[in-house]
């Protein structure tokens, strides 16, 4: 009587491998179908926007503070190495233990994507990507177990030849998953809209503003500059994937505790009078000395002259603005009808909006926080009440109101820097929105505190530049910035984090004088 043999398992890295690849083909299917429609997306995105969603405020927080404005490409990379990892766990159980239980695994992983699509909205179709792409992982994950398998296990050559069948197997797999994945991001560029946003325009501003005075900018070598370019402007929001509006298919709504409901399209937006205001943006999550802050000449609407037209009920007190993406703020509606400047802004710093910065519309409100006001993507903007409505980072422990607070950052010389000893400069901004800076100090070491050199004030929504001489010793130097601003309040000294309304403190750095 012959016994027959179980087949020995390929072993641990290919058992790995064959989990990876059969993930990496329900990736790759689920891309492509979901570049089928702009309605659909990848399940790295599905899964990323939830994670984001319940992501508690300290934990935000510390992302920002780790990865500064790279925090979503470290989510993404996070997201892969999981992936990675629970896609080597599926291969080993498929090859080393049970078919069933690798599938199940796999199953799983599905399973988590069509919830994650789900719960973003937009009814069951949304979940077609990940419904497909975990079917296409699973019929490479049997058919990758048979070519192990399917051989006579009593063959002596049996091994290598399983070995020879699998590793072709693997090879074929890599390269459909390669093929699949690539047409799938090919096709999902169409719905791109960077070609339009490269040849738009913005109509003119019915008053514009002076340039920028030279006053405002002090030569300083490693010093912000006064505007900040688009491109080096901080962006801080929860899009994995920024949503791709076509002005054609634009349409903003302010609607709520309101006497009339306004509906306005792209054009009817660009229609009406434009104004021009120099706004300094900050991030709540800020910390002291940190680059979260950014200065841009903005172009737009009005937000006061589009809520008297819409008529706001006595009883309203909150503004909302909600995004194409899902993302809210809510700020007081007094904030929004008292004099400051806060905009509908189609334009930055002379051109129209740049994707990342809200392309077509956004919200800025000057003096309060990104977090509270600054939607972007704006498609409606709802009157309501702070009792009936917990805007996003509300829900997660952030304070439903934000003013800016007195802050003030040293830009040169950086900390820990080596400085040549003899004639040198301390050089930096600060900002007060709606107060604006009156005043800046200077401590070198153990010193008095000296008043520094201001750039010119454009207005009081805006940052201020300063700078103080100073002689450069040999040693250790430790150098600290306080500001006083136009109400005539010191900056706190009392250091807290950014949560729950923004970082306060005294920005130090530590330098060296050295002998050159």
């Known amino acids: 009587m ?69 925090d979503k490409i470290a989510l993404l990379v996070g997201i892969g190495l999981v992936i990675l990892l629970f896609a080597g766990l599926v ?62 296990p009593n063959s002596q050559a049996a091994n290598s030849e399983s070995r020879r069948q699998l590793l072709r197997g693997l090879g074929a797999g890599a390269l459909g998953m390669g093929v699949l994945g690539s047409a799938g991001m090919f096709l999902g560029r169409r719905f791109d809209i960077s070609s339009t946003l490269a040849s738009a325009s913005l109509p003119p501003v019915g008053a514009p503003l002076a340039p920028v005075p030279g006053g405002a900018g002090l030569s300083v070598t490693g010093l912000s500059p006064f505007v900040t370019p688009n491109a080096d402007f901080y962006r801080i929001d929860t899009a994995l994937s920024i949503p791709q509006v076509r002005p054609e298919d634009f349409m903003l709504t302010i609607r709520g505790m309101v006497d009339r409901e306004i509906n306005l399209s792209y054009e009817d937006l660009l229609g009406r009078t434009q104004v021009e205001s120099d706004i300094t943006m900050t991030c709540v999550s800020n910390e002291v000395g940190g680059r979260l802050v950014g200065n841009a000449r903005w172009q737009g609407v009005r937000l006061a002259e589009l809520l008297k037209e819409a008529g706001l009920d006595p009883r309203a007190d909150q503004v909302v603005g909600r995004s194409y993406d899902g993302y809210t703020c809510g700020f007081p509606v007094a904030v929004a009808m008292d004099g400051r400047d806060a905009l509908l802004a189609l334009g930055m710093n002379g051109e129209p909006l740049p994707l990342e910065h ?58 820990f820097e080596q400085v040549p000893v003899g004639d040198g400069v301390i050089a930096g901004v600060a900002w007060a929105q709606t107060r604006g800076i009156d005043r800046v100090e200077v401590r070198i070491d153990d010193g008095e505190w000296r008043e520094a050199e201001m750039g010119l004030e454009v207005n009081n929504t805006t940052w201020r530049q300063w700078k103080l001489a100073w002689n450069v010793t040999a040693g250790r130097h430790d150098l600290t910035v306080r500001a006083v601003d136009g109400s005539g309040e010191l900056q706190t000294e009392d250091r807290a984090r950014p949560m729950p309304d923004g970082a306060t403190g005294w920005h130090s750095v530590v330098v060296m004088g050295v002998d050159t």
Do not use: Q
């Open 358 to 415: 809200g392309y077509p519309l956004r919200l800025i409100v000057a003096g309060l926080y990104g977090y509270v006001s600054a939607t972007k993507w704006l498609r409606e903007i709802e009157i309501t009440t702070f009792d009936a409505f917990d805007h996003y980072w509300v829900s997660r422990g952030w304070a439903a109101e934000a003013p800016i607070k007195t802050s003030s950052r040293i830009d040169t010389p950086g900390s």
């Open 2 to 70: 012959s016994i027959v043999t179980r087949r020995s398992s390929p072993g641990f890295w290919l058992s790995i491998l064959t989990g990876v690849i059969s993930a990496g083909m329900a990736l790759a299917v689920a891309t492509l179908v979901a570049a089928t429609s702009s309605t659909l997306r990848s399940p790295v995105l599905d899964i990323g926007d939830r994670f984001i969603e319940v992501t508690p405020g300290w934990l935000k927080d510390l992302a920002i503070s780790l990865f500064d404005t790279n």
């Open 91 to 152: 291969g080993w159980l498929a090859m080393n233990v049970r078919l069933w239980v690798g599938v199940a695994a796999m199953a799983l992983f599905g399973l988590i994507g069509i919830g994650a699509a789900v719960a973003g909205g937009g009814g069951p179709v949304v979940a077609l990507p990940s419904l497909v792409g975990a079917l296409s992982g699973i019929l490479l994950l049997v058919w990758l177990h048979r070519c192990w398998y399917e051989s006579d």
